[in-house]
């Protein structure tokens, strides 16, 4: 089976009376899983650290999958991590991340959204948050039945579709601060792991191989 290349981010920013803490245990727990799988080659880099911004492109045009592991601050990533994607996609114009919004002076009203340079990658979130699952799915609860995807994650979502990448399905954890269980949730998430990166590969090699 040929190596798969993942770079994994830890957006858990060590801010006000946030210690990041959560977030950097998932950010572990995914490097530990993957270095002890055969078959992955990893990188990773922590918003909290010093990175040089021409490194990281370079990571996203060398990797297969970029996972992200954020919690949501006032319903959006973290200003740190929103600092590294604004500053390492501009570091990516024309050098792996996109070349342009996509559409030509000739016709401009089409094709906005099509110029990113990462065809072929996919890329995984993870988030954590405050509010509890109900809070997403309950008739009259603050999110009006609106999923994590569809509604604080859409603009993310949107950002990696311009790159050219495509979503593989994430894992969101919730009432992490009054309600935590963190064994739980990482016995929950690796299973997530397995069965994204593990099962569905073996499923997937083995369909291909019986249409040879």
């Known amino acids: 089976m040929e190596t ?14 946030s210690g990041g803490r959560f977030n950097k245990t998932v950010y572990d727990a995914t490097i530990h899983f993957f270095n002890s799988q055969p078959g992955f080659e990893i990188r990773s880099t922590d918003i ?5 911004p021409a490194r990281e492109v370079e990571n996203y045009v060398w990797a297969d999958v ?7 601050w006032w319903f959006q990533v973290p200003h740190g991590l929103k600092k590294y994607i604004d500053v390492v996609f501009t570091e990516g114009h024309n050098k792996g991340i996109y070349h342009s919004d996509g559409r030509s002076s000739a016709n401009p009203a089409i094709n906005y959204g099509t110029g990113g340079m990462l065809h072929g990658k996919r890329y995984m979130v993870t988030t954590s948050w405050n509010a509890p699952a109900t809070a997403f799915t309950l008739p009259g609860e603050f999110f009006n039945e609106r999923s994590v995807d569809d509604g604080a994650l859409f603009g993310f979502h949107r950002m990696n579709a311009f790159t050219g ?4 399905e994430g894992i969101h ?14 016995k929950l998430y690796r299973a997530h792991l397995k069965k994204t990166f593990i099962q569905n590969q073996t499923e997937n090699a083995y369909l291909s191989d019986s249409h040879c």
Do not use: C, R, W
């Not at 798969?4 to 009376?17: A, D, E, L, S, Y």
């Not at 970029?66 to 949501?72: A, D, K, Q």
């Not at 990448?165 to 593989?168: D, I, K, N, R, T």
């Not at 954890?173 to 990482?186: L, Q, R, S, T």
């Open 48 to 52: 909290n650290e010093d990175y040089d």
């Open 4 to 17: 798969q290349k993942i770079f994994v981010i830890n957006g858990g920013q060590v801010f006000g009376h």
């Open 173 to 186: 954890f919730h009432d992490v601060e009054k309600n935590a269980d963190i064994p739980n949730d990482m």
């Open 165 to 168: 990448m495509s979503p593989l």
């Open 66 to 72: 970029i996972i992200y592991h954020t919690p949501i």
